[in-house]
């Protein structure tokens, strides 16, 4: 089995409805993504996808979609203040965090075919989620 990981990083900020903690404030994170190709078998030039690739496809995505702005829960009482201030947001039907974060872009990355296995989302330089493909099919 060959596998490669992608890194590419984004910044963005949310808050997690319903907890007890300093998370519950909106703040911001410079945010990690790693995407973990693998197959069984090489391309005709020899590789499993070309990095090149990988980032002109999701950091463009990433860069449009998530990239310098607020990363709500769909109900959140923030939205509609944001919303009037033309603020950046991207909602989310359950709390933002960080295992949502890595299923949105993993879920992405397979929609454009490439052979994603896992996606480890780093929240900060120690702390990160990851969504992974067995876990995907059950």
Same mark, same amino acid.
């Given at each position: 089995?060959?596998?490669?990981?992608?890194?590419?990083?984004?910044?963005?900020?949310?808050?997690?409805?319903?907890?007890?903690?300093?998370?519950?404030? @909106?703040?911001?994170? %410079?945010?990690? !993504?790693?995407?973990?190709?693998?197959?069984? #078998?090489?391309? $005709? /030039?020899?590789?499993?996808?070309?990095?090149?690739?990988?980032?002109?496809?999701?950091?463009?995505?990433?860069?449009?979609?998530?990239?310098?702005?607020?990363?709500?829960?769909?109900?959140?009482?923030?939205?509609?203040? @944001?919303?009037?201030? %033309?603020?950046? !947001?991207?909602?989310?039907?359950?709390?933002? #965090?960080?295992? $949502? /974060?890595?299923?949105?872009?993993?879920?992405?990355?397979?929609?454009?075919?490439?052979?994603?296995?896992?996606?480890?989302?780093?929240?900060?330089?120690?702390?990160?989620?990851?969504?992974?493909?067995?876990?995907?099919?059950?």
């Amino acid at each position: 089995m060959y596998k490669v990981t992608k890194a590419i990083q984004f910044c963005y900020g949310h808050r997690l409805m319903n907890y007890d903690g300093k998370c519950r404030h @909106l703040h911001g994170h %410079n945010g990690k !993504v790693e995407i973990e190709m693998e197959t069984e #078998t090489l391309d $005709a /030039i020899g590789m499993v996808r070309d990095f090149t690739e990988v980032k002109e496809v999701v950091a463009a995505w990433l860069d449009r979609e998530l990239d310098h702005k607020m990363l709500l829960r769909k109900d959140d009482p923030a939205l509609p203040m @944001l919303q009037k201030l %033309n603020e950046p !947001v991207f909602l989310f039907d359950t709390n933002p #965090t960080a295992e $949502a /974060i890595a299923k949105l872009i993993f879920e992405f990355v397979r929609s454009k075919g490439f052979p994603v296995s896992e996606v480890r989302m780093w929240e900060s330089e120690g702390s990160f989620a990851t969504f992974n493909e067995a876990k995907a099919a059950s």
